[in-house]
Structures are given as C-alpha cells and as structure tokens.
C-alpha cells in the first residue's frame, strides 16, 4: 500500500519561503506511470482546496490561481519524492498542507480522484 508523508512546514514570515516535500513509499513509478501528485490544503474554518499537481509521466504541472507564480511543483524520480517550493508567501497560505496521489486524473483538481493522502504538515505565515 501506497505511503505518502509529507515534512517541510514550519512558521514562517510574509514574503518567506518554505520548501514541502512528500517522500512516496510502498510503489516505484515507472518512467510511463499515469500517475497524479497533488497538493491540496485546508485552512481553519476552510474546505480543502487545490494547490498544485504535477504528472509523473512527462512532468505537466498545474496550478491553482491562488498560488501562480508563487508556489512551483517538482518531483525527483530517483527518490520517488515530490516537492512544492513555496516563494513569497502570504498570511492567506496558512493552512494544512497535503500531499495527494491519483492512479490516472483527467481533472487534477477534483479530491476524489486522489486515493491516497498523506497525513498533512501544517504551514504558518504571520504578517
């Protein structure tokens, strides 16, 4: 099964950086794998929202409007581990951070097509 775990988070000011990191364990990615890796987070009083995913196969990312420019998604193959650089962060990016996997998704920022989730890292900003 499938093990995703997720560190990084921490407090930090406005205008910092935080790198997540979402170390994959329990199934190796073949170079052709259809698979989906998210980011989502949840704020208090906030329903879960997308952040970010990124393909295995190919590489194609994808972002929420809310982080554009801001946040940039990768993933280092070797080490089946996926990241979310997060730059110039706002109080508004407080929240919950979760690393998500999807078998296949045509629609990246839909939750359910995502299986399995990691336990969150939470990420602070104070103003």
């Known amino acids: 099964q499938m093990q995703l775990v997720e560190s990084g988070g921490g407090l930090v000011q406005a205008g910092g950086s935080l790198r997540l990191s979402c170390a994959v364990s329990g199934r190796t990615f073949s170079t052709y794998s259809s698979y989906v890796m998210g980011w989502f987070r949840q704020a208090p009083g906030k329903e879960r929202e997308f952040v970010a995913a990124i393909r295995w196969s190919g590489g194609g990312t994808y972002y929420a409007d809310s982080v554009k420019g801001r946040f940039t998604i990768s993933r280092e193959s070797a080490i089946n581990t996926v990241y979310l650089q997060m730059n110039s962060l706002k109080p508004e990016d407080t929240a919950v951070y979760y690393c998500?996997?999807?078998?296949?998704?045509?629609?990246?920022?839909?939750?359910?097509?995502?299986?399995?989730w990691g336990q969150g890292t939470q990420v602070t900003v104070s103003a």
């Open positions: 998500a996997a999807a078998p296949t998704a045509r629609v990246v920022i839909i939750q359910a097509n995502y299986n399995d």
